[in-house]
């Protein structure tokens, strides 16, 4: 003990203080025990991260334009990606026949919080839509259509509260549309036809809701005797009763193959169509977005540019 009393006082300088606040630990051969570790938070997601993961996660070697993705270039100069002040303001990677992304939305796509426009239809996307893109807080376009993502649509989108277009349509979603979305009171135009089973909830609540948007259209949204085939009319023929919580006619198109079932809408508020009523021509209703081709056409490269189809 001697041996080790002289040791730490003779590192200390031989203050006495610090040979007897020394000896216990110094002297016992032990060190004194560590307190917590202070929590180590990871690194935020920038918008180039969030960029690379969506490179990762949809096979980005494989898409058709890759011009600048992974450089060091400005990130407003890559493929299908306007930027300001690095902030990423839109992210547009359909293209005609989209860009080939093969795999998941990945979740870091929530971290661009400046974008305002986010398209990523007419691809071989799957999986689920993440909760995260709810954080997208300043979308105003958010396109997924011509997919094949699957589940159901996040509670979180509703969070999108200047989200202005909403297009689902085309994928393999199921469940009912969250009544979140009502909150969406900037949203005009919804879109969730020709998926595995998404519809709309019946309540009168959200019929008030769907009657306000400018454009709804779902082939599953109408009450199940709605389809019934006392319901359907051919391509051509008169348009039968209305019917479903909306109090609208589902009007089976000419252009669209059998069991295409639509909710026509020509104007706000929506224009019913009664017995012996006609379809509305295809310019009232469906000129601002088309939507893409009938359903039979391999892929939507057949038919128009994505700023018309997603």
């Known amino acids: 003990m001697l041996t080790s009393i002289r040791f730490c006082a003779a590192i200390t300088g031989g203050a006495l203080l610090a040979i007897a606040l020394s000896t216990a630990a110094c002297g016992s051969g032990t060190d004194s025990p560590a307190g917590p570790s202070p929590t180590v938070q990871p690194p935020a997601t920038t918008e180039r991260d969030a960029l690379v993961a969506q490179y990762d996660a949809a096979g980005g070697p494989d898409w058709t334009d890759t011009t600048n993705w992974l450089s060091s270039e400005p990130l407003g100069t890559w493929y299908g990606v306007e930027a300001e002040d690095d902030r990423v303001t839109k992210l547009d990677l359909c293209g005609p026949d989209g860009n080939n ?70 994928n393999q979603l199921t469940g009912e ?109 469906r000129d601002a977005d088309p939507g893409g081709p009938p359903p039979g056409l391999a892929h939507p490269a057949a038919s128009r540019p994505c700023g018309t189809i997603g």
Do not use: K
């Not at 259509?145 to 589940?151: F, M």
């Not at 019946?202 to 109408?222: N, T």
């Open 101 to 170: 992304l093969r795999g998941t939305i990945a979740p870091e796509l929530g971290s661009l919080t400046a974008a305002t426009d986010l398209r990523l239809s007419n691809n071989f996307l799957t999986g689920t839509i993440p909760s995260t893109l709810g954080n997208m807080t300043a979308l105003e376009i958010l396109r997924l259509s011509n997919n094949a993502l699957s589940g159901t649509v996040p509670a979180e989108l509703g969070d999108l509260t200047n989200l202005v277009e909403l297009r689902l349509h085309r």
């Open 177 to 285: 549309l969250p009544r979140t979305l009502m909150d969406l009171t900037n949203l005009r135009r919804l879109r969730i036809e020709d998926n595995a089973g998404l519809c709309a909830p019946a309540d009168a609540d959200v019929q008030a809701w769907l009657g306000s948007l400018d454009e709804f259209e779902s082939d599953c949204a109408a009450a199940t005797s709605a389809r019934a085939d006392s319901q359907r009319r051919p391509a051509g023929g008169a348009a039968g009763p209305e019917h479903g919580p909306f109090g609208l006619a589902a009007v089976h198109g000419a252009s669209y193959a059998p069991g295409r079932w639509l909710v026509a809408r020509t104007a706000n508020p929506i224009a019913r169509l009664g017995a012996g009523a006609t379809r509305p021509p295809e310019s009232s209703r």
